[in-house]
């Protein structure tokens, strides 16, 4: 089965079963993914924005096979759709999303833990890391600490803009000033 350039343009998101539990992304139709990965077929859950994309008048999107090209092309049905959420930046408007398993491209692993006691949490994370590991070293970050040095450069950014968008203005207007004769 190809793929063609008619094909709708999806953003990809690869996660397991627990990622909307934990992110707490609301399934609102459907379910979450209702068995293993396969290299061959998956299941694929679609956010709201994706499934107004897809459907067309008076059909339900569920159970529909779609093919999604992401190193490769995979065959399978949409099992669920999510309710939309940022996963880009949010001067973004929320774009169509696809959702698959694909575990053996997975990069980082997401943990909800409280706010008491983080630093014997994080340690005791560690210790279950380097067990578990092979010498990869636990590095770890906050997504809340991640989003806000996004947004401080971007504020950052801004801030040199207008400076300079306020020099060019007093360049120009120097410019236009009283001529000697």
Known sequence: MGYSSEDPHFNYLETDQDFFKTMGVEIVRGSGFTREYSMDYTDYLVNEAGSELLKSADEDILGKNIRVKHDGITL??????????????????????????????????????????????????????????????????FMDEEFDKIYKTENRAGQLFIAFMVMAIFINLADFGPCNS
């Open 76 to 141: 399978g049905p949409i099992v669920g759709i999510v309710k939309d959420f940022n996963f880009a930046s949010l001067h973004n408007d929320i774009g169509p999303l696809v959702i698959c398993q694909n575990p053996g491209r997975y990069s980082a692993l997401l943990f909800k833990i409280r706010s008491e006691n983080i630093d014997e949490t994080l340690s005791f994370m560690g210790t279950k890391w380097k067990k578990l590991s092979n010498g990869t070293p636990f590095d770890y970050s």
